[in-house]
């Protein structure tokens, strides 16, 4: 996963070990040597998280973070506080003036580097939904990064020992929040399906005998539970393992014994994020409901697709990551509609269109092009993956049944696509659909249910193209 990563310190070496580090793990690193300095490249290169440093002449590192978190510009972008100091009260500190985390000096480079990309995974999301409500046109998404309330918030704790559980839970509800425990990871998965929906879950990494870590895998990988914020309880003597979790999907941590200042920062800090997560997934929905979707699928339409893919396009120019695209088309459609009516057909568009939604990442976008077509835009992915992908897809569709009105037996339905991927900041949509689209028919005349990448943008027609699917 390649990001922008600002690291912010006035001593150059220590600048250049960090630059060095992420260099050779493939980050794209910009520097600051002070505070002013790293407001201004905050807003001028929009990198993907901060590495700040806390002990700075002049203006601070606490400082620097509350000004990023007033500027609708900059409030977004992950902060990640480097420093020496080790009291609790300065973690509270740094907590409370918008920072996601503290790395301790000297830095460990598996917890660097598992930090920062769990960081991105959230920025790149939180970037997509934006892009989305700006490519819809609202103007009420800079009001999101608004203080608001944060008491009533539903916790679940995960813990076999009582003591230390109960322990959390009352200073939870001393700020308002409803918690519940549980003790194991069965009983946990069970709640996580139940309704209130949850807002935090808190998950300790022993659960006498069970794998906490393992569970949080788990919440992860269900779609309900997909997006709830996850800290992880552990000791110190843990922390060796606390890599391995972020790259699971865990949100944050606590180290025990549990401070409760701590707790409430951190707590209030991963409830800022969902519920501004919400606020813009509901705008989201709300502003293209009925001007962006396709009313049977509830896909993207072909308006919105085209407006989105320009956006990508030219945020490539800037971020240099490839842009991939997947057109595919569900093979003799006609068929379905002919012999078994359009009831029928609407209902395998429907399933499609679902299957394939809820199997791409968060942050790729399905639209329905026209007919039986639709895309997936596939964001910061190049070629060989998005062939994957859509290949990954083409099994998923095809291997599984589908029900239809008016018939016993389930339909076999399968689709041929062609997979393009951009590089070149000057292709347009156009163009790009274009190369897909000759894939695609690539695929159809190669005998259906296959995926073909298209030809690189440069490339005569005598080169060749890659398939996969049936033989």
Request: hydrophobic share 40%.
């Amino acid at each position: 996963m390649s990001a922008r990563i600002l690291v912010v310190d006035d001593i150059l070496p220590n600048v250049k070990v960090l630059e060095a580090k992420l260099t050779a793990e493939y980050f794209d690193v910009i520097t600051a040597f002070d505070g002013a300095g790293a407001l201004e490249r905050a807003v001028a290169d929009s990198p993907d998280v901060i590495l700040l440093d806390v002990m700075m002449p002049g203006m601070d590192g606490f400082e620097v973070c509350r000004r990023l978190r007033q500027d609708p510009q900059t409030r977004h972008i992950p902060v990640v506080m480097v420093t020496a100091l080790t009291d609790v009260s300065d973690r509270v500190r740094g907590l409370e003036a918008g920072a996601d985390d503290f790395l301790s000096k000297p830095i460990n480079d598996h917890a660097l580097f598992a930090r920062v990309r769990s960081l991105v995974r959230l920025k790149t999301l939180t970037d997509e939904l934006r892009a989305r409500q700006a490519t819809a046109g609202s103007s009420e998404l800079e009001d999101l990064g608004a203080e608001e309330a944060l008491a009533g918030a539903h916790v679940l704790i995960v813990d076999a020992q009582q003591h230390r559980s109960q322990r959390i839970a009352d200073q939870l509800r001393q700020a308002g929040h409803e918690v519940e425990i549980v003790g194991d990871a069965a009983e946990a998965m069970q709640r996580s399906q139940a309704e209130p929906a949850l807002d935090l879950a808190i998950v300790h990494i022993d659960l006498s005998g069970q794998d906490g870590m393992r569970l949080c895998g788990q919440l992860r990988s269900q779609e309900t539970t997909r997006q709830l914020p996850l800290l992880l309880v552990l000791d110190e003597s843990d922390l060796p393992r606390l890599a391995k979790g972020l790259e699971l999907g865990v949100s944050d941590y606590l180290i025990e014994p549990v401070d409760r200042n701590e707790l409430r920062a951190r707590v209030r800090t991963q409830l800022r994020r969902r519920r501004y997560y919400h606020r813009l997934r509901s705008l989201l929905d709300r502003t293209v409901s009925m001007a962006y979707t396709d009313p049977l699928t509830g896909a993207y339409n072909r308006r919105y697709l085209k407006a989105h893919l320009e956006r990508k396009l030219m945020e490539m120019a800037d971020s240099s990551k490839p842009v991939s695209i997947m057109l595919f088309d569900l093979d003799r459609f006609k068929l379905v509609n002919d012999e078994l009516g359009h009831d029928a057909g609407d209902a395998v568009l429907k399933e499609v269109s679902q299957r394939v939604g809820n199997n791409v990442r968060s942050f790729d976008m399905l639209a329905r092009y026209g007919g039986e077509e639709f895309v997936v835009i596939m964001p910061d992915t190049d070629a060989e993956h998005a062939l994957a992908v859509a290949d990954r897809l083409r099994r998923l569709i095809g291997e599984k049944r589908f029900g239809v009105p008016g018939r016993d037996e389930g339909l076999t339905v399968t689709f041929s696509a062609g997979v393009a991927t951009a590089t070149d900041p000057m292709e347009t949509g156009d163009q790009l659909l274009k190369r897909a689209d000759a894939a695609l028919y690539e695929a159809k005349g190669g005998g259906r249910d296959r995926v073909v990448a298209a030809r690189p943008a440069d490339l005569s027609e005598s080169d060749p193209q890659y398939a996969y699917g049936r033989p």
